[in-house]
Nanobody
Framework: QVQLVESGGGLVQAGGSLSLSCAAS????????MGWFRQAPGKERTFLGS????????YYADSLNERFTISRDNAKSTMYLQMNSLKPEDTAVYYC????????????WGQGTQVTVSS
């Protein structure tokens, strides 16, 4: 089992920045991929990006236009999502997730953290 806890959400003005954290525990993460998702009210949960824990390779959804950056701190078993130039449409609940690298199903999920961007 992998336990994931997000933090860092809140209220920010449009154009501002926010950094989210996802602390992982329970297992060694070297064989895992960790990712960020978000779900806006009335919409489906969408993939934002991911990072391979063992080689630090990242993938991003095309729609982000390089505004978001995913990183990790291996010593803290924590993944980060740095969000810049935030827009009101970025308002959503942000989730982190983890999956075994050899599998496509995201098995473990955090509880989510609310990000609200005011105009």
């Amino acid at each position: 089992q992998v336990q994931l806890v997000e933090s860092g959400g809140g209220l920010v003005q449009a154009g501002g920045s926010l950094s989210l954290s996802c602390a992982a525990s329970g297992r060694t993460l070297s064989s895992y991929v960790m990712g960020w998702f978000r779900q806006a009210p009335g919409k489906e949960r969408t993939f934002l990006g991911s990072i391979n824990w063992n080689d630090d390779i990242t993938y991003y959804a095309d729609s982000l236009n390089e505004r978001f950056t995913i990183s990790r701190d291996n010593a803290k078993s924590t993944m980060y999502l740095q969000m810049n130039s935030l827009k009101p449409e970025d308002t959503a609940v942000y989730y982190c997730a983890a999956r075994v690298r050899s599998r496509l199903i995201w098995t473990y999920w955090g509880q989510g953290t609310q990000v609200t961007v005011s105009s």
